[in-house]
């Protein structure tokens, strides 16, 4: 009996994170952290300020300083309309075809910036979704 409450348990995590997530692509595969996007950030903002980028994105949710050196982060959610589609979730040893009626959903970016002495020196893509093919936080961070 325990087993059987175990398995359903993993069962409906599973769908309840693929649900939460359904309708957007995330660029994260096999543990990348979404090299394309964030390289593209990166050649748009490397050396410049870091004050010109929160005037423009707003103040980070979190920031962390060491001496000269700050790591902030940014988050982002964009509601946009689902398309209606089946999608296939694995569940235990196989899958279930999954129907999606379309509707509302939420995509979502979080990014970290580094910065020394004020100016920008990393940017890392930590979650990122497609909206219509294209990556959320590229096309909201970019330049």
Known sequence: MGLINITVSRLNLSLIAFLALAGCE???VGGKFYYPVAENLRSQWIGSSIENFEKRFGPPIDKSTSGKISAAKW???????G??????VAAGTGTLRVFHPGGLETANCKITVSSTNGTITAIRVRSDM???SKSLCES???K
Do not use: M
């Open 130 to 132: 497609e909206i219509d």
């Open 83 to 88: 398309q209606r589609r089946y999608e296939y």
């Open 140 to 142: 909201h961070f970019a």
């Open 75 to 81: 988050e982002v959610y964009k509601q946009y309309l």
């Open 26 to 28: 995330k660029y994260d």
